[in-house]
């Protein structure tokens, strides 16, 4: 294809005028050959940098407390929340709390705490007297556990009172769950209450002794048929109820489940009641 050119003149634009140094916030010195000056003074300058500066360590503290997964409160020195994390609050919203605590800042804990007391609460009592003697000074720290069941569910929690260290009785509460640890300890006792069961209706003669030979416990039937009060048996040690050609028999058995770490062990064997009667 072909091309053609246009040679007309083209206009040049004005010459842009520079913006005013006043538009960025600075203004001529009277001296010549001075620096730009800012147009705020100094004083006021510095104060607006600080205002920044805590509005981000605000946010920076705000977002480290919610982070975290415990239970947070913070009282001045006359139990008015200054401050809850999200957890607290959330926590609050889902399990129909009080509504004080739930709004959080401004409300007074130790009213609510004096309120649930009144009515019987005696966890709130209890918690009552350790956040008024942290926030006294009459002790350093308070720690409680507690239960806080809801419809179907056991649940408890660990309050944990610190000072904040401002010296004008301000504190830190934290509640954080022990459910599982609870629930474990219940199922572990259950399982001691069985087995405790079982060995006091047996038949056979069971006990424990402790590393020296001495009974530490024995069972029901070990008793009756011993014809000793268990305080007797607990002075005495089992080698000297077994007749002595049995002893050495019996003590090997025993030496090797200590070695071995053995629960438990069997071995028959004669013994003397306290009648004198061989067993």
Wanted: with cysteine; charged share 25%.
């Amino acid at each position: 294809g072909d091309f053609e050119f246009d040679n007309r003149p083209i206009a040049m634009p004005k010459k842009i005028k520079p913006a005013s140094k006043k538009a960025f916030g600075y203004k001529s010195s009277e001296a010549a050959g001075q620096p730009l000056d800012p147009i705020l003074p100094p004083e006021k300058a510095q104060k607006l940098r600080e205002q920044a500066l805590a509005k981000d360590e605000e946010a920076f503290s705000r977002g480290v407390l919610d982070s975290l997964p415990a239970h947070l409160c913070v009282l001045d020195g006359q139990g008015t929340i200054i401050a809850v994390n999200k957890a607290w609050a959330e926590f609050a919203r889902q399990n129909n709390g009080d509504p004080a605590t739930e709004r959080g800042v401004g409300a007074n804990y130790i009213q609510v705490c004096e309120g649930a007391a009144q009515r019987g609460d005696e966890s709130a009592r209890a918690a009552l007297d350790g956040i008024r003697a942290v926030m006294s000074g009459a002790r350093e720290v308070f720690d409680m556990e507690y239960p806080c069941h809801a419809p179907g569910e056991q649940r408890w929690f660990v309050m944990r009172v610190r000072p904040m260290g401002r010296g004008d009785g301000s504190l830190i509460i934290s509640q954080q769950t022990i459910t599982e640890r609870k629930l474990a300890d219940l199922a572990s006792q259950q399982t001691q209450t069985m087995d405790r069961e079982v060995v006091e209706n047996a038949s056979d003669l069971i006990y424990t002794m402790d590393l020296r030979g001495y009974f530490k416990h024995v069972n029901v039937a070990g008793i009756q048929t011993s014809g000793y009060s268990l305080q007797e048996l607990q002075a005495t040690a089992y080698l000297d109820l077994i007749l002595p050609e049995y002893r050495r028999k019996v003590q090997k058995v025993y030496l090797r489940q200590f070695a071995d770490k053995l629960p438990s062990s069997y071995v028959e064997f004669p013994y003397y009641t306290k009648a004198g009667e061989l067993r």
